[in-house]
């Protein structure tokens, strides 16, 4: 397991920006062949996937809601997942967690598998405000 520490949460207005950033720290990880995640949960809504990014070859995937908003990066060096994430809007006031699996394919499903990742932090609270 991937040890996972979300920071970089806060409080904006409609049409800020924040950056999210994920350290990952243990013995056994990798820097090939993983698949990383952000996840968001909004009160009274299920976890959804917000963005993943596969370690090998950096292919990248965005649910509709946020696509031209949100950017996902890893710098392997530092062993840090980052969620750029510009135009805020009230609708995206959630709990962010980021997630990590060795299973590089979860980075090529049609759709988020919230069961495909092992690893979770303990989640970065943003909230927008109108």
């Known amino acids: 397991q991937v040890q996972l520490t979300e920071s970089g949460g806060g409080s904006v207005q409609a049409g800020g920006s924040l950056r999210l950033s994920c350290a990952a720290s243990?013995?056994?990880?990798?820097?090939?062949?993983?698949?990383w995640a952000w996840f968001r949960q909004a009160p009274g809504k299920e976890r959804e996937g917000v963005a993943r990014i596969a370690t090998s070859g950096g292919s990248t995937y965005y649910v509709d809601s946020v696509k031209g908003r949100f950017t996902i990066s890893r710098d392997n060096a530092k062993n840090t997942l980052y969620l750029q994430m510009n135009s805020l809007k009230p609708e995206d006031t959630a709990i962010y967690y980021c997630?990590?699996?060795?299973?590089?394919?979860?980075?090529?499903?049609?759709?988020?598998?919230?069961?495909?990742?092992?690893?979770w932090g303990q989640g970065t609270q943003v909230t927008v405000s109108s």
């Open positions: 243990n013995s056994g990880y990798t820097n090939t062949g993983y698949c």
């Open positions: 997630a990590a699996t060795p299973a590089s394919s979860s980075c090529y499903r049609p759709q988020f598998v919230r069961g495909d990742f092992g690893s």
